[in-house]
């Protein structure tokens, strides 16, 4: 398929017509939400594109649209069109990635000559690079249309450089899919190195991710790596970004911008080649209306933003997941592996999982070790299910902050305000657990 994007619906229709002539599938859109739309949807074989809009008299905007093609679909052949007068622009574009450029009017023969030489360089290339290794999704379970389309998406960008912001709500395995784009990479062979950013006090920022000489602070007794030194050539993960300070928002932004940082007692920049993935459960939009966040880390880390579905939008993997988590919980405790009634997974299927992937795994190791049986039931796990409280089944209609409050008090409840105990059926540290115990003023 080809597709064609220009505003002038005249171009769309004179280029629809000549390549539908010659053979080619075409799709023809408008407008840049539109082109991203349709190059996520299904890979184009090539594409047409005008640099100039009527919205950007600079052609600021088809440069923009051609970067974020470019990120999403890397071999995708990309011809620019472009104005007589807009020949520094399409310079721009040949160095932004595309693969040729033609003025208007341009010349029918010589525009097919340039498509066909495009799609067949473009062939030879897929041919050679069949034997490159296949995408690698150890750990992630399912195969549903939402996942798969995810799965789609991170195949496409997981080769490039691109800073990565991976929404979601809490367990929905933000941690996996940034393990899945380290692991498909050019960096595959460097360090990925985990950072959970709602751990670290505003004091402790510096020390942890730019590291520090002897001798720099009271305790620093020998010289410490930090983390983005160690990321060097490699991947970070900066989880939980929402839970950053303004102050060490500022010092984040230095370091994404100049690729360059300091450590503590040493004012030599030193210089880091590595690949930002940031993760969130809040709506880091808001927070930047609300200026809790600062626009100009927000748009820094999310060229590409990648959105996890709740457990309750992809119900067609429970029963892949359930299997999964019964398989390593019966290996770990030395038992054979058990299976579920066709009832017990209508009923895994039905429920409504605020805690999302975590909370089912928590409810099949749970039942799984309630019952020394090989087949389990309905009533099995039911027995073992928490049902959701009334409070907690209004969350999803209450901001993302009030959301993780109710679920961190019901499960200190749970937990009988066992801090350790409730920090891991959360999946944060304990440190973690007690900054939000602080910050939202709940009471032990």
């Given at each position: ?60 905007e088809g440069l923009m649209l051609l970067r974020k093609i470019k ?144 001798g720099a602070f009271t305790d620093a007794v020998s010289d410490r ?211 939000r115990i602080e910050k939202y003023g709940i009471k032990l």
């Amino acid at each position: 398929m080809i597709l064609i994007i220009d505003d002038d619906s005249s171009i769309r229709s004179s280029l629809t017509f000549m390549l539908k002539r010659a053979g080619y599938i075409t799709e023809a859109v408008s407008m840049p939400d539109e082109a991203i739309a349709a190059v996520r949807r299904c890979t184009p074989s090539l594409i047409l594109m005008d640099m100039n809009y009527s919205l950007s008299t600079n052609g600021e905007e088809g440069l923009m649209l051609l970067r974020k093609i470019k990120v999403l679909t890397p071999e995708t052949p990309v011809i620019l069109i472009t104005a007589w007068g807009s020949i520094q622009l399409a310079v721009q574009g040949m160095r932004a990635g595309a693969f040729d450029f033609v003025t208007k009017p341009w010349n029918n023969v010589a525009l097919m000559q340039r498509i066909e030489t495009a799609l067949k360089l473009s062939e030879e290339k897929n041919i050679e690079q069949t034997d490159k290794a296949t995408f690698d999704r150890s750990g992630i379970i399912g195969n549903s249309k939402e996942l798969t389309n995810l799965l789609d998406t991170i195949e496409r960008i997981a080769c490039t450089n691109a800073p990565v912001l991976i929404t979601g709500e809490s367990g929905t395995g933000k941690e996996l899919i940034a393990e899945a784009l380290h692991r498909n990479s050019l960096r595959r062979n460097n360090p990925f190195v985990k950072v959970n950013l709602g751990g670290i006090s505003q004091s402790l920022f510096e020390s942890e991710m730019f590291g520090h000489k002897r001798g720099a602070f009271t305790d620093a007794v020998s010289d410490r790596e930090g983390r983005f030194g160690m990321a060097d050539k490699g991947t970070i993960f900066l989880d939980e970004i929402g839970e950053l300070d303004q102050a060490s928002q500022v010092k984040l932004l230095r370091v994404l911008q100049e690729q360059t940082f300091e450590m503590l007692g040493d004012s030599t920049p030193r210089k880091v080649d590595i690949r930002v993935v940031c993760a969130t459960n809040a709506n880091l939009q808001k927070m930047v209306q609300e200026h809790t966040f600062r626009e100009d880390l927000f748009y820094r880390i999310n060229l590409i933003t990648v959105h996890l579905p709740a457990l309750r939008e992809r119900r067609n993997d429970i029963p892949l997941l359930a299997h999964h988590f019964a398989d390593k919980q019966s290996k770990a405790n030395n038992r054979e592996c058990v299976n579920f009634t066709t009832e017990a997974i209508d009923y895994l299927k039905s429920l409504p999982y605020p805690g999302n992937i975590r909370e089912l795994k928590n409810l099949i190791e749970r039942t799984i070790l309630m019952n020394n049986k090989q087949t389990i039931d309905a009533d099995d796990i039911r027995a073992q299910y928490i049902p959701v409280t009334p409070h907690e089944a209004t969350a999803s209609t209450l901001p993302l902050k009030e959301t993780e409050r109710h679920r961190i008090e019901e499960t200190l409840r749970n937990c009988r305000g066992n801090i350790s105990q409730a920090a891991a059926e959360l999946g944060i540290t304990r440190q973690a657990l007690y900054r939000r115990i602080e910050k939202y003023g709940i009471k032990l």
